[in-house]
Nanobody, 125 residues
Framework: QVQLVESGGGLVQAGGSLRLSCAAS????????MGWFRQAPGKEREFVAT????????YYTDSVKGRFTISRDKVKNTMYLQMNRLKPEDTAVYYC??????????????????WGQGTQVTVSS
């Protein structure tokens, strides 16, 4: 059974940091693009960051550029999202995903075919 499991979410004050992890099991995604998405209450799920199969290419939504860093460890089959200088508007459920048919970084949700269950990130003001 293929699974993506997020961890590292929690409650943090504005200006603080969190590091999310996404551990894959059941198969390797070493040749696949991976990404982070988030869904705030009452809003649609949106793209946050993506990383190519090699880890060389990364892309971010404008609102997190300079604050968030996506990375991956192929040996551990794990992806990370380092979130710094968090803001209350970053509050959301964060999902990791894998696009098994794509090697290059992808911001389009429909290209992702494996999803985690989500982890809550709450930033207090």
């Amino acid at each position: 059974q293929v699974q993506l499991v997020e961890s590292g979410g929690g409650l943090v004050q504005a200006g603080g940091s969190l590091r999310l992890s996404c551990a894959a099991s059941g198969r390797t995604f070493s040749n696949a693009a991976m990404g982070w998405f988030r869904q705030a209450p009452g809003k649609e799920r949106e793209f946050v960051a993506t990383i190519s199969w090699s880890g060389v290419s990364t892309y971010y939504t404008d609102s997190v550029k300079g604050r968030f860093t996506i990375s991956r460890d192929k040996v551990k089959n794990t992806m990370y999202l380092q979130m710094n200088r968090l803001k209350p508007e970053d509050t959301a459920v964060y999902y990791c995903a894998a696009a098994s048919e794509w090697a290059s970084a992808q911001s389009t949700q429909r290209r992702y075919d494996y999803w985690g269950q989500g982890t809550q990130v709450t930033v207090s003001s």
